[in-house]
Every structure is written in structure tokens, then in C-alpha cells.
């Protein structure tokens, strides 16, 4: 049972360059997330989804696109990265939105954007 | 202003010792609190989730307390082990949203 499974785990991009992050879940989890995370910061919501072929914008969007074509899978796009966007990208899915839902998460991919 | 702080931001503490960790929030509505431990270049696993009736939840040597009224929260480690080096979490949750704290970074060392 793999749980979540993020790909690629590293990637560097040059400024303007184009990537997208795979993101894969064997638990049959009807709600799936990205997160990035910084340096002296909490976890920030980019975008989610509430079920395969819905998604919703979180705290910070801007600069990202996503897709949920296949329950298991949820892709992170960058269309055109910036610096500011070098960061430690996590997915994760679970069972519900919010309450005690257990929040499961991949283990990662590192973005460095030059 | 982040919704969730935690303190102290890192600490050392040698193998063997207990520390605690605070989470302090004002996120309103509450529904729960969680704890998650991160490893150094891995994903956050759940520590223990509590709702507004619970005031303290163990895991093995973790044990976590919450005072919904002061809207604190804290994480007890005893007889630590170089094995609970890494970034210790808090989440809070309202129904719908979960609002992360920066997160506590503890080594212990031998």
C-alpha cells in the first residue's frame, strides 16, 4: 500500500520553464490537496479537490493550475515558473474536508525555479 | 498573521530528557487540533487529533493537551530518542479548513 505518491521527488526549473507535478493516491480518497511549504512558514493551500474533475482555488493560487481527471491522480501545473515559486510542494488526500478526517501525505518534491 | 503560533520555534534537548511544545491559535470556528510530525525530507504524519470534548490524547511517549478556552495547545515528549529529531506541527481545523503553525523543530542529541 503505497498511500500517497508524489512525482517527481526533485526538479529545477529555469524561470519561465513549464513543469507539472503528478500526484497519486491508493486509497480510494474522494479529496485531494497541494500544499507548499517554506522556510518559517505553515503549510499554504494552493489548490484542492473535492472529488475526479472538480477542483477549488485555496490560499494561494496564483501561478498554479491543477487537474483531477481520474480520482487516484491530481496534477499541479506551473505554466510559467518564477523564483517565487521555489519551494517544497506536498500532496496530500483524505477520506472528508476538514473535520477529523485523517490528512495523509506524500512525502514531497523539491522546486528550485533559477 | 499566522492563525496558529508555535514556540519555541527549535529546541535541543539530550536523548533521554522530556520537552514540550506550545501551539497557540485563534482559529474560530474550532472543530479540531493535530498534531504532525515531519521528518527531515519527508512528509507530515499524523501525530493525534482532538476535538473540543478531549483535553489530552497519548500516542506511545507523544501526548498531546488542549485548553479550547485559552485556545492552547501543547505536545509532550518523554524520554526522548534521537528518533524524535524533526519538525513537530500543529494544525488546527474548522470544518472546512485546516490552518497550519510554522512548526517546532527538535533534535536530540546522544
Known amino acids: 500500500n503505497a498511500g500517497v505518491t508524489q512525482t517527481p521527488k526533485f526538479r529545477v526549473l529555469k524561470t519561465g520553464q513549464s513543469m507539472t507535478l503528478l500526484c497519486a493516491q491508493d486509497m480510494n480518497h474522494e479529496y485531494m490537496y497541494w500544499y507548499r511549504q517554506d522556510p518559517g512558514m505553515g503549510l499554504r493551500l494552493i489548490h484542492y479537490?473535492?472529488?475526479?474533475?472538480?477542483?477549488a482555488k485555496g490560499e494561494v493560487p496564483d501561478g498554479y493550475n491543477v487537474s483531477r481527471l481520474k480520482k487516484q491522480n491530481f496534477l499541479l501545473g506551473l505554466e510559467s515558473a518564477a523564483p517565487s515559486q521555489t519551494s517544497v510542494y506536498f500532496c496530500?488526500?483524505?477520506?472528508?474536508?476538514?473535520?477529523?478526517?485523517?490528512?495523509?501525505f506524500g512525502e514531497g518534491s523539491r522546486l528550485t525555479v533559477l | 498573521k499566522n492563525q496558529v503560533e508555535q514556540s519555541p520555534q527549535s529546541l535541543i534537548i539530550l536523548e533521554g530528557k522530556n520537552c514540550t511544545l506550545q501551539?497557540?491559535?485563534?482559529?474560530?470556528?474550532?472543530?479540531?487540533l493535530r498534531w504532525y510530525k515531519q521528518d527531515t525530507g519527508r512528509g507530515p504524519v499524523s501525530l493525534t487529533i482532538m476535538t473540543f470534548s478531549e483535553n489530552t490524547k497519548s500516542n506511545g511517549r507523544y501526548t498531546a493537551t488542549l485548553d479550547a478556552d485559552t485556545k492552547q495547545s501543547s505536545l509532550h515528549i518523554t524520554a526522548s530518542q534521537l528518533s524524535d529529531s524533526a519538525s513537530y506541527i500543529c494544525?488546527?481545523?474548522?470544518?472546512?479548513?485546516?490552518?497550519f503553525g510554522a512548526g517546532t523543530t527538535v533534535t536530540v542529541r546522544a
Open positions: 494544525v488546527v481545523s474548522t470544518d472546512y479548513k485546516l490552518s
Open positions: 501551539c497557540n491559535y485563534t482559529v474560530s470556528p474550532f472543530s479540531n
Open positions: 479537490s473535492v472529488g475526479e474533475g472538480t477542483t
Open positions: 496530500a488526500s483524505s477520506y472528508n474536508l476538514g473535520g477529523t478526517g485523517e490528512l495523509f
